[in-house]
């Protein structure tokens, strides 16, 4: 057993293969194994197992994907976060990332804390009526969305990820829809699924909200659309089961180090 910094020459093959046997978002590890994010596996023999991912903001580390086979054992898993924690230049910087229940004992083992409860909402198509006209169409489609991502993402989440988003979430499939108080950004995770992630508001901008979920509805109706978000928002949640999201599954916004500053309220998808 090997854990450690990941074979980098072998790291596109070795993902396509665990990829059969692991649901992950290929794309986004690869965009960041492209920039320079800290990746680390764990091998049996030439096998990658398991793997984690990290990348570096200005004012967070964000732990954007910890993939393994159902396999691996807790040890191994704890063992691969703290060569990753062992190899962050900044201890004070938080660490943050969403984690379903089942993983929380791991995560606390290797010094964090639960900071606000999620859940995941999908959308499978049908049971909705509403009106998406023209006008409402251009209203959310704007070129120049970076300066409201940014403004909104430093208060939301206390960093602008405009690298971030636009360097290793942005696919051929993205699709932005912003208005003068919040974006969305949704992407295709794999064929049938599409992801909403980021999606950033005004707190208390519900209009506007109304129309960026109808928008992403109208565009992306066709497939399942999936999102986390904030379970005790109950502006966000009864949002999404106004157009028969379906809320399942108990996650986590978990951070290590220093508390991050987060404004959940204007939090409507991760």
């Known amino acids: 057993m090997f854990v450690g910094w990941i074979r980098k020459n072998s790291f596109r093959e070795d993902l396509e293969r665990f990829s059969l046997e692991v649901a992950i978002d290929k794309g986004v590890v690869l965009n960041c194994f492209d920039h320079g994010?800290?990746?680390?596996?764990a091998y049996e023999g030439e096998t990658l197992i398991a793997f984690v991912v990290l990348y570096e903001m200005e004012n967070l580390y964000l732990l954007n994907g910890f993939y393994y086979k159902p396999d691996t054992?807790?040890?191994?898993?704890?063992?691969?976060?703290?060569?990753?924690?062992?190899?962050?230049?900044?201890?004070?910087?938080?660490?943050?990332?969403?984690v379903h229940k089942s993983q929380m004992e791991i995560f606390t083992q290797v010094g964090f804390k639960a900071l606000h409860r999620f859940t995941q909402a999908t959308y499978s198509g049908g049971g909705v009526a509403f009106n998406f006209t023209n006008a409402m169409a251009k209203s959310i489609t704007r070129e120049n969305y970076i300066p409201t991502l940014a403004q909104l993402?430093?208060?939301a989440l206390g960093d602008d990820m405009v690298e971030y988003i636009t360097q290793n979430i942005f696919k051929s499939s993205s699709?932005?829809?912003?208005?003068?108080?919040?974006?969305q950004h949704s992407y295709a995770l794999d064929k049938s699924t599409i992801k909403i992630s980021?999606?950033?508001?005004?707190?208390?901008?519900?209009?506007?909200?109304?129309?960026?979920?109808?928008?992403?509805?109208?565009?992306?109706?066709?497939?399942?659309?999936?999102?986390?978000?904030?379970?005790?928002a109950q502006s966000v949640v009864e949002l999404y089961?106004?157009?028969?999201?379906?809320?399942?599954?108990e996650y986590y916004l978990m951070y290590k180090n220093t508390q991050p500053s987060i404004d959940?309220?204007?939090i409507y998808g991760l």
């Not at 699709?175 to 919040?182: K, N």
């Not at 950033?200 to 129309?211: L, P, R, S, V």
């Not at 089961?241 to 599954?249: A, K």
């Open 153 to 155: 993402n430093k208060r």
């Open 37 to 41: 994010s800290l990746i680390f596996g």
């Open 175 to 183: 699709l932005i829809l912003s208005t003068d108080f919040g974006y």
């Open 73 to 98: 054992s807790n040890p191994i898993k704890e063992r691969l976060l703290k060569i990753l924690f062992n190899n962050l230049y900044d201890e004070e910087r938080s660490v943050v990332t969403i």
């Open 241 to 249: 089961q106004s157009y028969q999201f379906v809320l399942e599954g």
């Open 198 to 232: 980021p999606w950033i508001m005004e707190d208390g901008a519900f209009d506007d909200a109304h129309k960026l979920i109808r928008g992403v509805i109208y565009h992306r109706g066709l497939k399942k659309i999936s999102a986390f978000i904030p379970a005790d």
């Open 264 to 266: 959940i309220e204007m």
